[in-house]
């Protein structure tokens, strides 16, 4: 092969492999603008956003301990203590997420968003038939970043004891009215 021929294909495959990264560096480069896109947590203290559309859930997440389980870290004295905010409140670590019951009191407790992820998306949509896949499926291990079954939960001492005894009396005050009721 003659050494002009040789230049001459160095020449084409040079020009290829700037064009191909080119070709990749746009395409990266639109991957990102529309993954920047920032999600932001909604839930609202006042009205919050996932009730309208979904009553029946809401009503239910309600009467779980996640709506009211930061209120356990303040009768304790633990709700400025991040390994705590983690699972007692909603994106704690996150860029919208809970930063303190002041600044973020609407983010206090575990709501949809804190297992489903930022919903800001979902409800800037207003066609319900477009919204499908729009909230983030509540993903494998999800539940164990908080509920720990091998883990356990963080020694909390002698000083959560009162407050679960409270807790454990007032739910079963709750549940002998509603057997004496029926």
């Known amino acids: 092969m003659s050494t002009k021929k040789i230049k001459f294909m160095v020449t084409i495959m040079l020009a290829l492999t700037v064009t191909l990264a080119l070709v990749i560096s746009i395409l990266a480069q639109d991957a990102n603008e529309q993954n920047t896109e920032e999600l932001v947590y909604s839930n609202n203290a006042k009205k919050h956003k996932c009730k309208p559309c979904h009553l029946k859930l809401y009503k239910s997440w309600q009467n779980t301990s996640h709506a009211t389980n930061f209120q356990l870290l303040v009768d304790v004295g633990r709700d400025g203590e991040p390994e705590c905010l983690k699972c007692h409140t909603t994106g704690y670590g996150e860029p919208s997420g809970f930063m303190d019951a002041t600044t973020t009191p609407h983010l206090v407790g575990t709501s949809c968003e804190a297992c489903h992820g930022p919903a800001s998306k979902h409800l800037a949509i207003k066609k319900k038939s477009e919204k499908k896949g729009t909230m983030g499926e509540v993903k494998k291990g999800v539940c ?30 709750k549940i002998a009215e509603i057997e004496g009721g029926t």
Request: proline letters at 10%; a negative charge; one cysteine or more.
């Open 144 to 173: 164990e970043r908080c509920h720990m079954p091998h883990g356990g939960h963080p020694d909390l001492g002698e000083e959560i004891l009162p407050v679960l005894k409270k807790k454990l009396s007032d739910l079963q005050g």
